[in-house]
């Protein structure tokens, strides 16, 4: 399994914005599909973004229009652009690697945290 780190959280004000890297420790040309989750205190954690091989996308709707995914297989790195952040977006972001098969999580990042203040 790929490690899987990820950078980029930090403290902003609402309608700012971060981007957030996910740097895999092997070739991640082949890992399909993988994503982005968050998890709130006291909250479940929840999928924010998916990106296949093919780079189709697919977003929670609570940020469609606001943050995008991509990756970028050549550099083995996922991004995630958070654009106009809302002081709920504040959570613990995971990088993630999910099984194409039964969409699963099958490896997990430590985690960034992202801060939004109001």
């Known amino acids: 399994q790929v490690q899987l780190v990820e950078s980029g959280g930090g403290l902003v004000q609402a309608g700012g914005f971060l981007r957030l890297s996910c740097a895999a420790s092997?070739?991640?040309?082949?890992?399909?599909?993988m994503g982005w989750y968050r998890q709130a205190p006291g909250k479940e954690r929840e999928l924010v973004a998916r990106i296949r091989s093919g780079d189709s996308t697919l977003y929670a709707d609570s940020v469609k229009g606001r943050f995008f995914i991509s990756r970028d297989n050549a550099k083995n790195t996922l991004y995630l652009q958070m654009n106009s952040l809302k002081p709920e977006d504040t959570a613990m972001y995971y990088c993630?690697?999910?099984?194409?098969?039964?969409?699963?999580?099958?490896?997990w990042g430590q985690g960034t945290q992202v801060t939004v203040s109001s």
């Open positions: 993630a690697v999910i099984s194409r098969y039964n969409g699963n999580v099958v490896n």
């Open positions: 092997g070739s991640i040309f082949s890992i399909d599909p």
